[in-house]
T-cell receptor, first 115, second 114 residues
Framework: NAGVMQNPRHLVRRRGQEARLRCSPM?????VYWYRQLPEEGLKFMVY????????ESGMPKERFSAEFPKEGPSILRIQQVVRGDSAAYFC?????????????FGEGSWLTVV | AQKVTQAQTEISVVEKEDVTLDCVYE???????LFWYKQPPSGELVFLIR??????QNEISGRYSWNFQKSTSSFNFTITASQVVDSAVYFC???????????FGTGTRLTIIP
């Protein structure tokens, strides 16, 4: 693991509750990505952020999902009114200056279970 | 459009055997980047290697080696003298030029039998 910190590692929410997943990128990294790993599926891109900016959110579901990467503090992936289908592993990744020619490192993942 | 195919869903080998994990990719770009990640049973994603499309040199890192063949659009991964700790799901991924979205294959679950 290259130092991308995610918390919580495991989260259980009841249907209709909100889930907040946090990600602190590696030191010196200003580019953050979120990916989702659904059971029996591969990893899918959700969103790409730089400090205070969402650069590409083409993989985000249109409703209930949002992401931010504030000037200070970790990146947050927020899921409102969770449903059973949101149960998945959510991975954060970071890179120093974007993936073009740079390594993208992933965190340990946050496992969301909706009951 | 880009695509990564890992045709081997599951592989089991006996410890100390060599094993090769296949990765075939599709892209229209001439500049792109290829990655391999390991996901052990504990769940984290561990970076293994990144390769640029303009660098076809094969790479060796200890028991791990990678064979990049642009002519066949393949980026295969070989583990020599496998160990039980190598048991994991291995993902190959593609990043196109000017794009920040990794496209992952579906992964190969490797089991090393002691």
């Amino acid at each position: 693991n290259a130092g991308v910190m995610q918390n919580p590692r495991h989260l259980v929410r009841r249907r209709g509750q909100e889930a907040r997943l946090r990600c602190s990128p590696m030191k010196g990294h200003s580019h953050v990505y979120w990916y989702r790993q659904l059971p029996e599926e591969g990893l899918k891109f959700m969103v790409y952020l730089q400090k205070e900016n969402i650069i590409d959110e083409s993989g985000m579901p249109k409703e209930r999902f949002s992401a931010e990467f504030p000037k200070e503090g970790p990146s947050i992936l927020r899921i409102q009114q969770v449903v059973r289908g949101d149960s998945a592993a959510y991975f954060c990744a970071s890179s120093r200056m974007g993936g073009q020619g740079n390594t993208i490192y992933f965190g340990e993942g946050s496992w969301l279970t909706v009951v | 459009a880009q695509k990564v195919t890992q045709a081997q869903t599951e592989i089991s080998v006996v410890e100390k055997e060599d094993v090769t994990l296949d990765c075939v990719y599709e892209t229209r770009d001439t500049t792109y980047y290829l990655f391999w990640y390991k996901q052990p049973p504990s769940g984290e994603l561990v970076f293994l290697i990144r390769r640029n499309s303009f660098d076809e040199q094969n790479e060796i890192s200890g028991r791990y080696s990678w064979n990049f063949q642009k002519s066949t659009s393949s980026f295969n991964f070989t583990i020599t003298a496998s160990q039980v700790v190598d048991s994991a799901v291995y993902f190959c991924a593609l990043l196109n030029f000017g794009n920040e979205k990794l496209t992952f294959g579906t992964g190969t679950r490797l089991t090393i039998i002691p």
